[in-house]
């Protein structure tokens, strides 16, 4: 497998990744009210895991490889929201 099919293969699972953490937020923002302490604490811990995250795809590919991908992850996501929005 070359470098680029591994980096679209690390990508591809970070936007399942992203997909869960979203589902996430959205579990905890029905289920919580802003201002209650486990709302905070767990949004918290859903960054810090993103963060987390990040950083071991920087650790693994060259910042610029990872910048590009994720500009793309938000493009495709900012297109889908105008598409289907909710």
Do not use: V, W
């Amino acid at each position: 497998m070359g470098q680029e099919e591994k980096l679209e293969e690390t990508m591809e699972n970070y936007r399942n990744i992203r997909e869960c953490l979203t589902g996430l937020c959205e579990i905890i923002n029905i289920n919580f009210n802003e201002k209650d302490f486990y709302h905070q604490a767990a949004m918290d811990n859903l960054n810090n895991l993103n963060n987390n995250i990040l950083e071991l795809l920087r650790n693994s590919h060259t910042p610029r490889e990872i910048r590009i991908k994720l500009r793309e992850i938000k493009f495709d996501e900012k297109q889908a929201e105008e598409l289907f929005p909710l």
